[in-house]
């Protein structure tokens, strides 16, 4: 398996950065950029991780099995991800979750049926000075309002 | 060394000793479930949280090395209160259906629930589900019971250097996961359920089959390969129903391979035979002993020396000394012999006059370095595989492989080479420098090696100026007592391709072993007769089959491939069958014979003082030790001709005569499994 060119030198630079014999190392960072290349962690990829980086495709499992962010089925083009651990909860992240729950007609991991947006509750995502937080994919919106997050899924609809 | 209190009492560990381990030495027990010792450290379950003083905190004894002048409680208050607190976090998702789960009263964490009386819970939420699975014919998981201490993950990758398990997800929702997804690809050992502390890995073949209690438990050696494990069969009713090794006194410990575990079960195989057979207007009738018995004395009364004897390689030392004796003295023929699997002959007589250069099963974990030639250690020989490892990951041992093709030791060896079997003494000459500067070393070899190689092999190691010690790799239980009980070709008798090729044989007679399997005999008119467990190839040309017992019938010594001699002890019957010792008493009897009483301890003590190197301490022996012999006095008179020793080359999941009987090793996907594979 290869990657895109600009991809293929920020692995090799990775690698790179850790000590001879410690390629293991470099596990979860190319899982987490090569999942962005691929779209999610497909049996094909972890065999090749499992490859550069010296580990057994099992250990790969195990790791992709530990972080919710590596993810071993297809997502939305958008992973939309609310937040309803305590500060959020605390200023409505549980009404955001909610409403985007019935707005998109989908639950916790479930991708909407054109496979545009996909939703997530997440715990912290260190973002609780500006409660209540979401992300989309890697882009955070702040103070988020049930209006606001209208907006933003009509917005990543449009883009779409 | 470090000096402690631990529980009041005054103890003395030596520096980096594991407080847990110093207890132990102590007499005092911690609990630990993810502690075991000769694997990494987990520091998972929390079960050995123990004060001590001057620390703030709880300490896990299981990681905390010792330290002078430590003052350590094991039992007080707080601890007892921690360990509540974890069983009840451990039972939170546990099923509690003890009565019906399988290893109910072998249960670690019963244990402790009902050592600390741990017995209510603060949770009523609803226990999280998940499906019991099933991973091979040997191997279910059930991952509500799974207590994550990791012993068989570690069991798995460290022992057996398998790495078949691991885990996923987190939390309460990790469980234990298969190499394949939803299957094992693995050596199928079952070390991770005898590992397992709970009901979590639970064996195809035994779960549900009885209660522990309910089992007679016998510990005996496992009849299939050389290695001399100890393995400890449960039966009930006379039948095995579960072999183990919860007698871990053996030279393996704990360890068992497939075979150990779960492949007594051609014991119980249908096509056993239970009555005599004799072959009347061609076919092969059931008889009474009596009759089949003298029909066979009288034929070998009429043959006498013109007889060939083939002997066995699962037979017991005593079966085969009393053989010999009955073929050479009662029968008046030298032609005896049985199939070699590796040259023993010239390494003993390459080795005359040096000691200690014979290896033990336990010197494979001391040597400080480990020499394998032509053979694949992991799939012929687990057990020695298992003591090389071992001795990698505790001593840092160094390793060499000389081997036609990959293994898996070349993952933890300094150096791995690969040449044709043809030369693989050149592979070997070129790690010369390397070896010269190791303490001492420990070379094993498989059939590739023979006659001029071994003692070129010998002079090798001579030439290297450090303690050089050998083990011939030989194939089966008892390959080893058969060479050492003299079942070869005396002054001017037959081999057994010359037995076979004879055109003017008026008696072969057959003892577990099936050498027409390969081709036809040339004597047309040879009367032959064969004692055997099944109707082998060698059977169906019989004219008189007598149904003999297996080594899991009956008690006597064999003698493993480090030339180690064990106890066999009688943990199952089968209608019909006689041991062989009991059939040859009977022949000896009906010819009017005397060569001594056909009788264990009789033959023994003659072997002991007859037999070289066998003069072996009898109280080891009766305890169920393995008691080394010492065969190095002299040359040896004669040496067989070393071109007809050849290994089956069996795998794991293969047992020559006895694995085509194993269902359990031919239901396994690895199933049948190939040698130099990695």
Not at chain 2, 123 to 126: H, M, N
Not at chain 2, 223 to 227: E, F, W
Not at chain 2, 325 to 333: F, H, R, W
């Given at each position: 398996?290869?990657?895109?060119?600009?991809?293929?030198?920020k692995?090799a630079?990775?690698?790179?950065?850790y000590?001879?014999?410690?390629?293991?190392?470099?596990?979860?960072?190319?899982?987490?950029?090569?999942?962005?290349e691929?779209?999610?962690?497909?049996?094909?990829?972890a065999?090749e991780v499992?490859?550069?980086?010296?580990?057994t495709?099992l250990?790969v499992d195990?790791?992709?099995?530990?972080?919710?962010?590596?993810?071993?089925?297809?997502?939305?083009?958008?992973?939309?991800?609310?937040c309803?651990?305590?500060s959020?909860?605390?200023v409505?992240?549980e009404?955001?979750?909610?409403?985007?729950c019935?707005k998109?007609?989908i639950g916790?991991?479930?991708?909407?049926?054109?496979?545009?947006?996909s939703?997530?509750?997440?715990?912290?995502?260190?973002?609780?000075?500006?409660?209540?937080?979401?992300?989309?994919?890697?882009d955070?919106?702040?103070?988020?309002?049930?209006e606001r997050?209208?907006k933003?899924?009509?917005?990543l609809?449009?883009?779409? | 060394m470090?000096?402690?209190?631990?529980?009041?009492?005054?103890?003395q560990?030596?520096p980096?000793t594991?407080?847990?381990?110093?207890?132990k030495q102590a007499?005092?027990?911690i609990p630990?479930?993810c502690?075991y010792?000769?694997?990494s450290?987990q520091a998972?379950?929390?079960?050995?949280l123990v004060?001590?003083?001057k620390?703030?905190k709880?300490?896990?004894?299981?990681?905390?090395?010792?330290a002078?002048?430590?003052v350590?409680?094991?039992?007080?208050?707080?601890a007892?209160?921690?360990?509540k607190?974890?069983l009840?976090?451990?039972l939170?998702?546990h099923?509690?259906?003890?009565?019906?789960?399988?290893?109910?009263?072998?249960c670690?964490?019963q244990?402790?629930?009902?050592?600390y009386?741990?017995?209510?819970s603060r949770?009523?939420?609803?226990k999280?589900h998940?499906?019991?699975?099933q991973?091979?014919?040997?191997?279910y998981?059930?991952?509500p019971?799974?207590?994550l201490?990791?012993?068989?993950?570690?069991?798995?990758?460290?022992?057996?250097?398998v790495n078949?398990?691991?885990i996923t997800?987190r939390?309460?929702f990790?469980?234990?996961?298969?190499?394949?997804?939803?299957?094992?690809n693995?050596?199928?050992c079952?070390?991770c359920?005898?590992?397992?502390?709970?009901?979590?890995?639970?064996?195809?073949?035994y779960?549900y089959q009885?209660r522990p209690?309910?089992m007679?438990?016998t510990?005996t050696?496992c009849?299939?390969?050389?290695?001399g494990?100890?393995t400890?069969?449960g039966?009930?009713?006379?039948?095995i129903?579960r072999?183990?090794?919860?007698?871990?006194?053996g030279?393996?410990?704990?360890?068992?391979?497939?075979?150990g575990?779960?492949?007594?079960d051609?014991?119980?195989?249908e096509?056993r035979?239970?009555?005599?057979?004799?072959r009347?207007?061609?076919?092969?009738e059931e008889?009474?002993?009596?009759?089949?018995?003298?029909?066979?004395?009288?034929k070998?009364g009429?043959?006498?020396?013109n007889?060939?004897?083939?002997?066995s390689?699962?037979?017991?030392?005593e079966?085969?000394?009393?053989?010999r004796?009955?073929?050479?003295?009662?029968?008046?023929?030298p032609?005896v012999?049985?199939q070699r699997?590796?040259?023993v002959h010239?390494?003993?007589?390459?080795?005359?006059?040096?000691?200690?250069?014979?290896?033990?099963?336990d010197?494979l974990?001391?040597?400080k370095?480990?020499?394998?030639?032509?053979a694949?250690l992991?799939?012929?020989?687990?057990?020695?595989?298992?003591?090389?490892?071992?001795?990698v990951?505790?001593h840092?041992?160094?390793?060499?492989?000389?081997?036609?093709?990959?293994?898996?030791?070349?993952?933890?060896s300094a150096k791995?080479?690969r040449?044709?079997e043809?030369?693989?003494l050149d592979g070997?000459?070129?790690?010369?420098d390397?070896?010269?500067?190791k303490?001492?070393l420990?070379i094993l070899?498989?059939d590739?090696i023979?006659g001029?190689?071994?003692?070129?092999?010998?002079?090798?190691?001579?030439?290297?100026?450090?303690?050089?010690?050998?083990?011939c790799?030989v194939?089966?239980s008892?390959?080893?007592g058969?060479?050492?009980m003299?079942?070869?070709?005396?002054?001017?008798?037959?081999s057994?391709?010359?037995?076979?090729?004879?055109?003017?044989?008026?008696?072969?007679?057959?003892?577990?072993?099936?050498?027409?399997?390969?081709?036809?005999?040339?004597?047309k008119?040879a009367?032959?007769v064969v004692?055997?467990?099944?109707?082998?190839?060698?059977?169906k040309?019989?004219d008189?089959v007598?149904?003999?017992?297996?080594?899991?019938?009956?008690?006597g010594?064999?003698?493993n491939?480090?030339g180690?001699?064990?106890?066999?002890?009688?943990?199952a019957?089968?209608?019909g069958?006689?041991p062989d010792?009991?059939?040859f008493g009977?022949?000896?009897?009906?010819?009017?014979?005397d060569?001594?009483?056909?009788?264990?301890?009789?033959?023994?003590?003659e072997?002991?003082?007859?037999?070289?190197?066998?003069?072996?301490?009898?109280?080891?022996?009766?305890?169920?030790g393995?008691?080394r012999?010492q065969?190095?006095?002299?040359?040896?008179g004669?040496?067989?001709?070393?071109s007809?020793v050849?290994?089956?080359r069996?795998t794991?999941f293969?047992?020559?005569?006895?694995?085509?009987?194993?269902?359990i090793?031919k239901?396994?996907?690895e199933?049948?499994g190939a040698?130099?594979e990695?």
């Open positions: 398996m290869t990657f895109s060119p600009r991809l293929e030198t692995l630079r990775l690698l790179e950065s000590p001879k014999g410690r390629e293991r190392a470099a596990l979860i960072p190319m899982l987490m950029y090569t999942q962005d691929v779209g999610y962690i497909t049996k094909e990829l065999q499992a490859k550069r980086c010296g580990v495709t250990q195990e790791v992709v099995g530990y972080y919710t962010m590596l993810r071993d089925r297809k997502m939305g083009r958008t992973h939309l991800q609310i309803t651990n305590i959020c909860l605390l409505g992240g009404e955001l979750w909610k409403h985007a019935s998109l007609g916790h991991n479930q991708v909407t049926a054109d496979g545009s947006i939703l997530e509750e997440v715990e912290c995502i260190g973002a609780c000075s500006w409660a209540p937080a979401i992300q989309t994919n890697y955070f919106h702040h103070h988020v309002t049930v997050l209208d933003i899924i009509a917005d609809r449009k883009v779409q | 470090v000096n402690l209190t631990i529980d009041g009492i005054a103890v560990a030596a980096g594991l407080l847990i381990d110093a207890a007499g005092i027990k630990a479930f502690y010792e000769g694997y450290l998972a379950c929390r079960m050995c004060e001590v003083e620390f703030p709880l300490q896990a004894a299981c990681t905390l090395p010792v002078e002048g430590m350590v409680r094991t039992e007080g208050a707080p007892v209160k921690a360990r607190t974890t009840e976090f451990l939170t998702n099923p509690l259906d003890c009565p019906v789960c399988d290893p109910g009263g072998e670690e964490l244990d402790m629930v009902f050592r009386g741990a017995g209510e949770f009523t939420e609803v999280h998940v499906d019991e699975k991973w091979s014919p040997v191997v998981y059930d991952a019971r799974c207590i201490c990791y012993r068989c993950i570690r069991v798995c990758d460290e022992g057996m250097g078949a398990l691991g997800n939390g309460a990790s469980e234990i996961v298969p190499n394949m997804g939803d299957h094992l693995c050596d199928e079952g070390a359920i005898d590992i397992c502390p709970v009901g979590a890995l639970t064996s195809g073949t779960r009885t209690w309910e007679e438990h510990g050696i009849t299939h390969c050389s290695d494990c100890k400890t069969l039966s009930r009713n006379g039948e129903v072999g183990n090794n919860r007698d871990s006194s030279v393996n410990g704990e360890f068992l391979c497939i075979k575990r779960y492949a007594f051609f014991v119980q195989h096509e035979l239970q009555s005599p057979l004799i009347r207007n061609g076919k092969l008889a009474s002993w009596a009759e089949a018995i003298n029909l066979v004395a009288a070998f009429e043959a006498k020396g007889t060939g004897v083939v002997g390689v699962h037979t017991t030392n079966e085969n000394f009393y053989l004796k009955l073929a050479m003295q009662g029968l008046g023929t032609s012999d049985h699997s590796g040259d010239t390494l003993l007589d390459a080795l005359a006059g040096k000691e200690n250069a014979l290896a033990a099963v010197d974990y001391r040597a370095a480990v020499l394998i030639v032509g694949d992991s799939e012929q020989h687990p057990l020695l595989a298992f003591q090389v490892r071992a001795n990951r505790h840092q041992a160094a390793v060499y492989t000389v081997t036609p093709g990959p293994v898996r030791e070349d993952k933890t791995a080479v040449c044709a043809a030369n693989l070997v000459r070129g790690l010369a390397e070896l010269k500067s303490g001492d420990t070899f498989g590739a023979k001029q190689a071994v003692r070129d092999l010998v002079a090798f190691g001579d030439s290297l100026g450090i303690a050089v010690k050998y083990v790799l194939d089966y008892n390959s080893r058969a060479v050492d003299g079942l070869v070709p005396g002054e001017g008798g037959l057994i391709p010359q037995m076979l090729a004879a055109t003017d044989l008026a008696a072969l007679w057959v003892v577990g072993a099936d050498p027409l399997a390969g081709g036809g005999l040339a004597s008119g009367f032959v004692q055997d467990l099944f109707l082998t190839e060698t059977a040309r019989a008189v007598l149904p003999s017992a297996s080594a899991y019938e009956k008690s010594t064999v003698t491939g480090a180690e001699v064990q106890r066999l002890v009688k943990a019957s089968v209608m069958a006689k010792l009991e059939i009977l022949i000896a009897r009906a010819m009017r014979i060569v001594g009483r056909a009788q264990n301890e009789a033959i023994f003590e072997i002991r003082k007859t037999v070289r190197g066998y003069n072996v301490p009898l109280p080891v022996i009766a305890t169920g393995a008691a012999t065969p190095l006095n002299g040359r040896l004669s040496i067989p001709d070393p007809q050849r290994s089956a069996d794991l293969t047992s020559g005569a006895l694995g085509r009987y194993s269902k090793l239901q396994v996907v199933a049948p040698l130099y990695g």
